[in-house]
């Protein structure tokens, strides 16, 4: 029988979490150290509290174009047409449904204080004025903003007390999913709201119909009529009758996932376990001028069905920072990601391989091979149609057909130019009935496949031979990667002997990593539960004292509020293996402070820095 999410129970309980009425603040989200903080492409801002966001137009070809939130903010601050549109985004800790396709990781939606703090409108204008360059635009989002609507007003009220209010466009986000807003809002706070000139709201229709809005959020399938009547409410009257039946679509727009949700929906499968997965280059500093390199974009995000599990994939490109360096424009990507699956392919290689292996090693017919992948499926709570596995055997001749198909194409060959070269990455795939293993040889830099084949002897001589496509290409070769396997290694040093080799070290260095990490972790948990609550009460009482006193007490009441923002963040920090220790960095963190309070004590100086710097 299929659960669904009890929408008006979790509601309430979410909402119970993430509000204070008393002391006016709410549970938000602090991006350091998280999931999504990786997603990011600007580091988060407002001491973790923060990001930036970038609205565009255009999306990718074949897209309608996004005029939200550009257009309206444009109009209310009176700016001139522009396609692109900088946004301070704020997220609040709590979301009632549970989207297949959130790019929010669930944890930071679930009330969680690991990730997430309290904080009042206030404070979170302080810190946005605090920028150099605060974004025009300040963007409420979620998790589900109205499970708190009074979060609105209050930001309103805040931004009207700092005389801001027709300077910034504020912005939020609903998935129509409670009548919070006409529940707990106040006569008057509705009527702020709705009379504010410098307020847009986008609202997220999820599905075109009761299955698949239920498939999407989990939520009950009735609530998907219930969209509607909530949209109608919300709606000035002369527009409620333009909402007409279920054809109207959401375009939700975040810089990283602008997705084609009606394709998706019509593709989309439901997969009983999901990993998330991130991967990024498996080199970490720039080959020509040694800096360390950096987070430049997401190639792609996908979700990949190996024989072991179904993959939720995070491909992230990185480049070198230098504005100077001959790679500057290079974008560096994983070869293990790449190693996943064939791109726009859902079935990974290990599939791929297998069907081949059955189709034509063992020479299995569609409906043998059908009945045997199935099998194997079936574990993962995966299935597979006939049709699918007639598309896995053509992937397996095309993938073989892979070195031949390299040499002419053109268009790859302009971007080999610009990246002066290529970088040789080898991995081999062993299915596990037969001695057989197909090696896969791809471009690190642009991710092509040059050469595969399906071999039964592993030597060095071999693996050379099967590289020899890759050698006519004469193409530069920049660098090499592989697993740690031997003969593959020592091919590619044979071939290349004067390019730089890098092993696939990530999975070895994880495993060596993990006593430690553990460790660290239980370090970190005691520091928390020490430190939190003390410096919880601290903060409470710095804000009720700042209210009574003077102006320049209350200057320095603010300082202190940011010394102890600063612990808190970094007990909050979460790390990651093989050498993110994060209670290693909450105590680098911490002494920082400390140094900083001594300082200030010593010599009176008023320099304040959040533990990451911001
Ligand atoms: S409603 Fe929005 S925030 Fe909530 S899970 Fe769905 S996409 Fe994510
Ligand atoms: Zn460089």
Not at 14 to 26: D, T, Y
Not at 191 to 213: I, W
Not at 251 to 256: A, G, H, I, R, S
Not at 506 to 511: P, S, V
């Amino acid at each position: 029988m299929t659960t669904y999410i009890n929408t008006e129970k979790l509601s309430a309980r979410l909402r119970e979490a993430a509000i204070n009425l008393n002391q006016k603040s709410l549970l938000l989200t602090n991006f350091y150290g998280t999931e999504q903080e990786r997603d990011l492409t600007e580091t988060p801002n407002c001491n973790g509290f923060g990001r930036i966001r970038h609205f565009k137009r255009f999306s990718n070809e074949g897209w309608p174009l996004n005029p939200l939130p550009i257009d309206p903010a444009c109009k209310a601050l009176g700016l001139p047409h522009i396609d692109a549109l900088r946004a301070q985004v704020f997220q609040n800790a709590v979301c009632n449904w549970r989207c297949w396709y959130c790019f929010v990781p669930f944890n930071l939606l679930a009330a969680s204080q690991t990730h997430a703090d309290w904080l009042e409108p206030r404070l979170l204008i302080d810190l946005y004025l605090a920028q150099t360059d605060p974004p025009p635009v300040i963007d409420l989002t979620g998790g589900q903003p109205d499970l708190v609507p009074e979060w609105i007003p209050w930001m309103m009220k805040e931004l009207r007390s700092h005389g801001i209010d027709k300077k910034v466009y504020l912005w939020s986000d609903d998935n129509l999913s409670t009548d919070y807003f006409w529940r707990y809002l106040s006569d008057t706070d509705r009527e702020l709201v709705s009379s504010y000139t410098h307020y847009g709201r986008v609202c997220c229709f999820k599905g075109f119909n009761a299955e698949s809005f239920t498939f999407n959020t989990k939520a009950e399938p009735q609530l998907f009529e219930r969209q509607f009547d909530l949209m109608r409410k919300l709606l000035p009257s002369e527009q409620k009758q333009r909402l007409g039946g279920g054809d109207i679509l959401s375009q939700e727009t975040d810089e990283e996932t602008t997705c084609p949700r009606k394709e998706l929906m019509k593709k989309a499968k439901s997969y009983a376990e999901v990993t998330r997965r991130f991967y990024r280059p498996e080199l970490y500093s720039c080959p020509e001028c040694q800096r360390h390199l950096r987070r430049t974009s997401t190639l792609s995000q996908r979700k990949v069905v190996t024989l072991k599990g179904v993959i939720k994939v995070t491909h992230a490109g990185y480049g070198c920072p230098d504005p100077q360096c001959r790679a500057r424009g290079r974008t560096y990507r994983s070869a293990a990601a790449d190693a996943l699956a064939l791109p726009s392919f859902t079935f990974g290689l290990d599939v791929v391989v297998l069907a081949g292996q059955l189709h034509f090693g063992k020479h299995q017919t569609l409906d043998e091979a059908h009945q045997h992948i199935s099998e194997r499926l079936a574990p993962v709570g995966v299935s597979i149609s006939r049709r699918e596995v007639l598309y896995l055997f053509e992937a397996f001749s095309t993938l073989l057909r892979a070195s031949s198909d390299a040499s002419q194409d053109q268009e790859w060959r302009e971007q080999v130019k610009k990246n002066k070269g290529i970088i040789v990455s080898i991995d081999g795939i062993k299915p596990d009935e037969g001695n057989e293993t197909v090696y896969v040889v791809r471009d690190g830099l642009t991710g092509r496949l040059l050469a595969a084949e399906n071999v039964t002897d592993n030597s060095v001589e071999r693996l050379k031979q099967l590289l020899m496509p890759v050698v006519a290409l004469n193409i530069p070769v920049l660098g090499t990667i592989s697993d740690a396997q031997e003969t593959e290694v020592m091919a590619l040093s044979q071939l290349w002997p004067h390019v730089p080799h890098q092993t696939c070290q990530f999975h070895a260095l994880r495993e060596a990593s993990r006593p430690g990490f553990k460790e660290d972790g239980q370090m970190k948990a005691q520091m928390r539960k020490k430190l939190q609550p003390k410096i919880r009460s601290v903060r409470k009482q710095i804000h009720k004292h700042v209210e009574q006193v003077s102006e320049a007490e209350a200057e320095q009441l603010a300082i202190l509020d940011e010394y102890a923002l600063g612990v808190q963040t970094a007990l909050n920090l979460e790390g990651k293996l093989p050498f993110d220790y994060a209670g290693v960095a909450a105590a680098e963190a911490l002494d920082e402070v400390a140094t900083s309070l001594e300082r200030l004590e010593k010599k009176g100086e008023m320099s304040v820095s959040s533990p990451r710097g911001n």
